[in-house]
């Protein structure tokens, strides 16, 4: 089972970093895809375009937002086909673009990640 790890995509490439997949729907301001130092970018399991919305208008609290990303990320069968893709690394850090390293998507997303590769 790989080793989980999240870190702001701002932050330099190291080779502790082992396969580096960005989590953001979006991409990062300011970085260029040709530096960013990424093996994947996995836009398929990030909130949806409405879930993010909503936290970032205040319409739902961290709470709520990390509850509903869940069921999303629970429902999503492309957690699966991850899941399968980082099954065999040693190291896996999600990049994230956020300030905010506490209430991050990254955090619900590692949780689901780790139970899912425990199952098997």
């Not at 989980?4 to 995509?9: A, G, S």
């Not at 990062?28 to 375009?49: M, Q, Y």
């Not at 319409?59 to 980082?86: C, Q």
């Amino acid at each position: 089972m790989p080793s989980i790890q999240m870190k702001r995509i701002y932050e330099p490439a190291a080779p502790a970093d082992g396969f580096r997949v960005l989590v953001d729907r979006l991409w990062p301001r300011g970085v260029k895809k040709e530096t960013a130092g990424i093996d994947l970018w996995a836009k398929d399991i990030t909130p949806s375009t409405t879930l993010r919305e909503e936290y970032h208008s205040g319409a739902d609290s961290w709470d709520m937002f990390a509850v509903k990303y869940r069921k999303e990320l629970l429902g999503n069968p492309a957690v699966d086909g991850f899941v399968d893709t980082i099954r065999d690394k040693d190291t896996v850090t999600l990049l994230f673009a956020g300030r905010d390293t506490e209430h991050t998507h990254v955090k619900v997303l590692s949780a689901v990640l780790e139970e899912k590769l425990r199952q098997v």
